[in-house]
């Protein structure tokens, strides 16, 4: 026990210690003013600092990047940021316009004329929540069929009955596991659902996506199933794989077909495949499947706001990102097509090309109608569940596809709302 | 004298304020970090801690105290608070669109109704002042080449030779305008997009950082007289609708985003108990967390138990068995659920080879596809995480029982059986009750078992489930508060964790009277 010197003494060392914290914490605050903190995933992340070494591309503002071991926990991150520890800049895929639009917790970005036009409408869209542009788009996230050429050969399949004879004549003798491999899951499998007739939504003639009808259960999609996935057992005859990491079956010359973004471009190289790259064929000649066009955006949180860098931020996203040099750069790291047009036109890379190409197919992925979930799913999960139905327990192809698209409706109809 | 860990005299003086200085200076870094972003009310609890342990440490507080405080201390912020949070939070339409405050909300939804103009017109900029000492912009339409004076009073078009050009073409300077420097745009930071001067039809020009200005129209005007918002091109007039959004009032629908944490008591629990799309999905998933809780119990206490009256009696090798049975309590349960996933996987897993090999089954189960499946897998996997527990607590237990009671019943011819059901059993379970309790509070709240074996699936998507077939409450809370972004409900996950903390609570004290009772016993 102190007597009451000995107590003024701790007193005073405990208000000392105390104000020293007061200072320890305001003079960090002070720096971090001079600080913009974006936020991303492990792909993206060493590109980016990559990208900013040497570069000053906020004069008076240093960027630190911080990134996260995959999009899911940058995403469990975000999900959990806060003013106190939120980034001043998210790069995330164009899902979190609407999530981030809605919450307040990303800034909505006014634009020059000279930047938008720079990009594509539909890029715009993809990162928009209700009307208001939420985030600048870099890159597209899209994906193309690689085919191992040592066991289809050099040519392109011409129709998807093509590729599922292969497999039937092939599997015995060569010991393939599956015909086709969609690495992505239900995304990575659109191409498959449009060539064979389905998809999510119809269009307008204009060529504008019509949310008020769905064309998964058209009859063609029914019939189609039936004829190209489905055994005499009324369940899966083997050929069409979703996921599961089948893609470590193509690598190993098991798959001939494999649907996948060239962010897996590195591993299919290190397995030694020879392979070429392509769309996924219709079942008629000359028509092809469509993947899903996403994009990735920079995205301006509100954050930026209360660590007074707001406009730091913006001046990093529209001057620095959306920019034709930057993105062509960001492009040769990751094999994503840019998502600027000047940049996309500088595009030399054959596989990065061959990609574009597929993409160019591709249609676009709008995240508030997919992601919406009224009818009690979204579309990926939704699509998943009514695949391993039909595949796995053998359910009839034309009911399901009918409870299915109801579903979507309903979801679509809630999404609409968010466009 | 002063005694500190091994300390005495001045020595122990100066290392217990050296041990409260680093409490005090890290505890001030976070009581003014907190205050930096607005956390008062952390900021304030903050404060009592550290106020508390000053007290108890420097002057001549009881004695316990200087034990307790900091388990008092953890106890307040790691159990208490995030109670009192959860409990408070369940009263909240807390929710993905309803996340920030009414105040940030309304700042908002100002800056979501700022738009460009269609041409989406942007000027090069110099920022300076004017004549009068009020900010002023020297502008460059980047469309038609025109170049302006803005000030607060409204724009002026400058005509070619009254203005000077930098190196890059902007302009500089003119007369009556003197630019920033960039010392003082620095300084300016964010303030520089809060400058709005006035430009033609309620139009302005703003700056969107140095050196670029955009054309923009605000849209939704706030009145906050009468806290609504009008919107100038429709005429549409929004006002709180009470549940943490501005709705058009002509249009209930038609709601404002972003909206704000509102108290909505007692809306998510009313959800959970009237309607529908809530109510059917929580009452099947309470009944499979009690199944699932008292089947695991039923099953692990079994195995244990049987393997303990086997191991009570002495055989070659039972120290060897013993160390092998408890194995599985050793490993990581994480990683055993993850080995366990890998097992029971459809297409590669060695549960499914094994059986079509010993030709119990032709085709291979869809474990993780089928509700049944699927929580008969749970089941098994619990009862190899859980055995080696109840092997453990019974063994002790058995030792327990006095052997002369067991011979009385052998002499009265009582076969081995009967001995166990009529004494053996009854006095196992009056010693292990309370444990067995806990074990069903625990695996009532297994959240691991759960999300890291099959994620609370399967759900059947085409049915519009909300809720998987093995999720329990504590995963559908989850699922609910974090895992879908463009759906997260925190005040019903909120209010979910309330009816299992009120479960488990009442658990909880019936085991702690029913101890109680058996000390009286």
């Known amino acids: ?419 | 004298m002063y005694r500190l860990v091994g300390f005495t005299g001045t020595p122990a003086l100066i290392l217990k304020l050296l041990l409260v200085g680093i409490v005090d200076f890290v505890g001030g870094f976070a009581i003014v970090s907190a205050l930096d972003v607005g956390s008062t009310i952390i900021a304030g609890v903050l404060l009592v801690i550290l106020l508390f342990i000053n007290w108890v440490y420097l002057f001549k507080s009881p004695t316990p105290f200087k034990f307790l405080a900091p388990g008092i201390v953890f106890l307040l912020v790691f159990v208490l608070v995030p109670i009192v949070y959860t409990v408070a939070m369940s009263g909240f339409n807390f929710r993905t669109g309803n996340e920030i405050s009414k105040e940030q909300a309304i700042e908002q939804i100002q800056i979501v109704s700022l738009s460009e103009d269609a041409e989406g017109t942007a000027f090069d900029m110099a920022i300076g002042k004017d004549a009068t000492g009020d900010y002023a912009l020297l502008l460059k339409n980047q469309i038609n080449g025109e170049v302006l004076l803005a000030t607060l009073q409204g724009v002026t078009v400058l005509a070619e030779g009254t203005y000077e050009v930098d190196e890059l073409g902007i302009p500089s300077s003119t007369e009556g305008f003197t630019r920033l420097t960039n010392k003082e745009l620095n300084q300016l930071g964010d303030e520089i997009v809060n400058l709005r001067f006035p430009y033609i039809d309620e139009s302005f020009v703003s700056p969107l950082f140095d050196g670029l200005a955009i054309l923009l129209t605000q849209d939704l005007i706030y009145n906050p007289d009468n806290d609504t918002f009008v919107s100038k091109s429709t005429g549409a007039v929004y006002a709180d609708n009470g549940n943490g959004n501005y709705a058009n009032t002509q249009k209930k629908k038609d709601v404002l985003y972003p909206g704000w944490r509102n108290v909505n008591f007692p809306q998510n629990f009313t959800g959970l108990m009237f309607d529908p799309e809530l109510r059917g999905p929580f009452i099947r998933v309470l009944i499979w967390t009690v199944a699932f809780a008292f089947l695991s119990v039923l099953t692990t206490f079994s195995l244990g138990l049987a393997l303990a009256i086997a191991m009570d009696k002495p055989i070659r090798g039972r120290r060897i068995y013993r160390s092998i049975l408890i194995l599985p309590y050793a490993i990581p349960g994480f990683l055993s659920l993850l080995i366990w996933r890998g097992m029971f996987n459809q297409d590669f897993g060695i549960i499914n080879r094994i059986l079509v090999d010993i030709g119990l089954i032709e085709t291979n189960i869809a474990w993780f596809e089928q509700a049944w499946t699927a929580r008969l897998m749970i089941i098994l996997v619990n009862l190899w995480l859980g055995f080696p527990y109840m092997y453990l607590i019974s063994s002790g237990a058995l030792q327990a029982i006095p052997s002369d009671l067991k011979e009385a019943a052998a002499i009265d011819g009582a076969s081995s059986f009967q001995s166990f059901r009529m004494i053996t059993l009854p006095l196992l379970l009056q010693i292990l009750f309370p444990l067995l309790i806990a074990s069903f509070a625990f695996n009532f709240n297994n959240f691991n078992m759960i999300y890291l074996l099959t994620g609370g699936g399967p759900r059947d998507e085409l049915a519009g489930e909300r809720a998987g077939a093995t999720d329990i409450l504590i995963s559908y809370a989850y699922n609910t508060a974090i895992s879908n972004p463009a759906d997260q409900n925190f005040g019903l996950a909120s209010a979910i964790s309330l009816f299992m903390f009120i479960i488990v609570g009442i658990l909880s004290l019936w085991s702690l009277r029913r101890t109680k009772a058996l000390e009286e016993f």
């Open chain 1, 1 to 419: 026990m102190f007597n009451a010197k000995g107590r003024l003494v701790a007193v005073a060392t405990a208000g000392a210690l105390i104000l020293s914290g007061y200072v320890a914490a305001f003079a960090p605050a002070t720096a971090a003013n001079k600080k913009i903190i974006v936020w991303t995933d492990e792909q993206r992340g060493p590109v980016m600092r990559t990208l900013l070494v040497g570069k000053t591309p906020v004069k008076g503002y240093t960027i630190e990047i911080k990134s996260y071991s995959n999009l899911d926990a940058l995403n469990a991150a975000w999900n959990s940021a806060t003013a106190a520890t939120g980034p001043d800049l998210i790069i995330s895929n164009a899902g979190l316009a609407a999530s981030g639009g809605k919450s307040g917790k990303l800034a909505p970005l006014t634009l020059p004329s000279s930047v938008k036009n720079q990009f594509s409408k539909s890029a715009w869209a993809a990162l928009s929540f209700k009307g208001k542009v939420y985030g600048v788009p870099l890159d597209v996230d899209t994906t193309a069929m690689f085919w191992n050429t040592k066991l289809f050969g050099k040519k392109s399949p011409k129709t998807f009955g093509a590729m599922v004879d292969y497999y039937t004549k092939n599997k015995a003798s060569k010991g393939l596991t599956a015909g086709f491999c969609a690495q992505e899951g239900t995304w990575g499998s659109h191409p498959v659902f449009t060539a064979l007739g389905g998809g999510a939504w119809a269009y307008k003639k204009n060529g504008e996506g019509d949310p008020t009808k769905t064309v998964f259960n058209s009859a063609a999609f029914k019939a189609n199933i039936t004829k190209y996935l489905l055994g005499t057992d009324g369940k899966s005859n083997g050929f069409f794989k979703i996921g599961g990491d089948c893609i470590n079956d193509w690598k190993a010359g098991k798959i001939p077909f494999l649907n996948t973004g060239g962010w897996n471009v590195d591993g299919i190289n290190a397995s030694g495949v020879k392979y070429k790259i392509g769309s996924v064929p219709g079942v008629k000649k000359g028509t092809f499947g469509s993947p899903w066009a996403g994009y990735q955006g920079a995205f301006v949180t509100s954050y930026a706001k209360n660590h007074g860098v707001a406009a730091a931020a913006n001046q990093f996203a529209v001057n620095f990102m959306a920019n034709a040099t930057t993105q062509a750069q960001l492009s040769t790291f990751g094999n994503r097509p840019p998502a600027n047009l000047l940049a996309a036109k500088k595009v030399k890379n054959p596989v990065l090309a061959g990609i574009a190409t597929a993409g160019s197919r591709g249609v676009l992925q709008l995240s508030a109608l997919l992601d919406a979930n009224a009818g009690g799913s979204n579309w990926y999960d939704l699509t998943g569940d009514v695949f391993n139905k039909i595949l796995v327990e053998g359910a009839a192809v034309g009911a399901t596809l009918d409870a299915a698209a109801a579903k979507l409706l309903q979801n679509f109809a809630a999404g609409a709302a968010n466009l």
